[in-house]
């Protein structure tokens, strides 16, 4: 029952989660896309009222005028739109979800024994500081280089970097990713309530007091939202990357995501430049051989001699059946102990049902080594061969 609970708790976080990212991020790559396409008002009197841009849109059905202040208006409007909302409630829903998915699980999700040998307190306390520790220093950076863009881009990237290796060195595969992700999110969502929204709200202070804004404020928020810009496509490349064993679980997962986290950048690059009116291909054409790196990189090997040392004559699916009931039913079955419902769908109860899954078994169990989920049922090395020789023998009934 508690299982069941926990399934719909997280349907119903997740679906929250992605609407509200796709409210801010879809904000906030319209405004990057916005800032970036103005033109110099052509109308004097405009220009005299301190237009600095302007951009026509049509869109549904309608004419639209956008024009940008620099730094801020004359007098201030009776109503006055701030973007907030859609970044707070991504990330309290992405918490929340982060709450009780891993933390709450702290032994199947979080801890790879063969990563780190940690026990469960030690691993929700390094994925909350984690997520702490990666804004703080992240925000030391800024207020230390700030006034160099380019210098506090490479400090910023090569930050990240170190914390890709990191986590990969703390956690299992699977929650680095994620935590990565969570990492990179909360610097976002953190700019915008730390830095973007008081730098907003000391802008209007200044007006309402007749006073003329510092442009400072404007400058620090845009760096910010410059950085916010370029972590898009990598969060999300995190936040989906649970579903794509074949990347985190590679002996070298960091330098995979690493590569795929880049590339996303250099994509992003690539827009923010299109948008300027300069189409610069090298950059998605850079950011996809990255990806093909990484594929070309995770492909799988083929582990035969493996398999011939532990099983010379073929396996039927008798043999291997228990190996699965021990390992894997406890998650996998229709009536699991461990999750609420079976994982992904699959369920190994029959001997019918192993067949049909040979081929998965093979990739998560032998090829991958992510299941099962954090070895938490602790199979061994000869279980992978038995079950690799069964594979590799035509998976025999
Ligand atoms: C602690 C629970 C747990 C155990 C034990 C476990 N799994 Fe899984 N398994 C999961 C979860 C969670 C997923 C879903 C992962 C995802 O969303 O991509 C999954 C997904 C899978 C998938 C589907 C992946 C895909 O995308 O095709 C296969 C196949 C699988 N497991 C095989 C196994 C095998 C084989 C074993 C035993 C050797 C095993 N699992 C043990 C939790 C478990």
């Known amino acids: 029952m508690a299982g069941f609970v926990t399934d719909w708790l997280n349907l119903a976080i997740r679906w929250f989660h992605v609407v509200a990212a796709i409210a801010w991020i879809g904000e906030s790559f319209y405004f990057v896309a916005l800032d970036n396409s103005l033109k110099k008002p052509k109308d004097a009197p405009l220009a005299a009222r301190g237009v600095s841009g302007e951009l026509w849109h049509v869109h ?28 707070y409630t991504t990330w309290m829903s992405g918490f929340a979800l982060f709450t009780v998915l891993y933390l709450f ?56 970097l170190a914390a890709i290796w990191l986590a990969c060195h703390v956690f299992a595969g699977r929650a680095a990713y994620l935590i990565v992700g969570a990492m ?18 000391k802008m209007v202070d200044a007006m309402l007091k007749r006073q003329t804004p510092d442009p ?18 990598p969060v999300v490349f995190a936040m989906l990357s649970n579903h794509y064993a074949m990347t985190y679980a590679h002996p070298y997962n960091w330098a995979v995501l690493a590569l795929i986290m880049l590339a996303g950048a250099l994509i992003r690059q690539f827009f923010v430049m299109r ?21 070309v990189w995770t492909m799988p090997r ?17 043999d291997i059946a228990p190996i699965l009931q021990g390992r894997c039913v ?33 990739q998560q169990a032998v090829q991958l080594k992510s299941m099962p989920l954090g070895n938490v049922t602790h199979m061994t090395d000869d279980e992978r061969a038995k079950l690799a020789a069964w594979f590799e023998a035509g998976a025999q009934q």
């Open 302 to 318: 083929s582990v035969a001699p493996q398999a011939q040392a532990a099983q010379a004559s073929a396996l039927h699916v008798a």
């Open 60 to 87: 549904g059905g309608g004419f639209y005028n956008m024009q940008k202040y620099m730094v801020a208006p004359p007098a201030l409007p009776d109503h006055l739109h701030w973007s907030k909302w859609p970044s």
């Open 184 to 201: 990179l999110a909360t610097i976002m969502s953190a700019n915008v309530f730390f830095v973007i929204i008081p730098g907003q709200r």
């Open 330 to 362: 406890a998650c996998h079955s229709a009536h699991p102990s461990l999750m609420g419902s079976a994982p992904a769908g699959v369920v190994f109860d029959t001997h019918e049902q192993i067949e049909q899954n040979a081929q998965r078994i093979y």
């Open 216 to 233: 400072i404020y404007g400058k620090r928020g845009k760096q910010r939202s410059v950085h916010n810009t370029y972590f898009t496509l």
């Open 105 to 160: 699980a702290p032994d199947t999700y979080l801890i790879d024994r063969n990563v780190l040998d940690m026990g469960p307190v030690v691993a929700i306390a390094s994925a909350l500081g984690f997520l702490a520790a990666g804004w703080i220093v992240y925000d030391a950076l800024c207020r230390v280089f700030g006034s160099n863009d380019r210098l506090l881009g490479l400090c910023v990237g090569a930050y990240v």
């Open 275 to 295: 948008h300027r009116g300069e189409a610069r291909w090298y950059l998605p054409a850079s950011g996809i051989a990255l990806v093909l790196v990484a594929l």
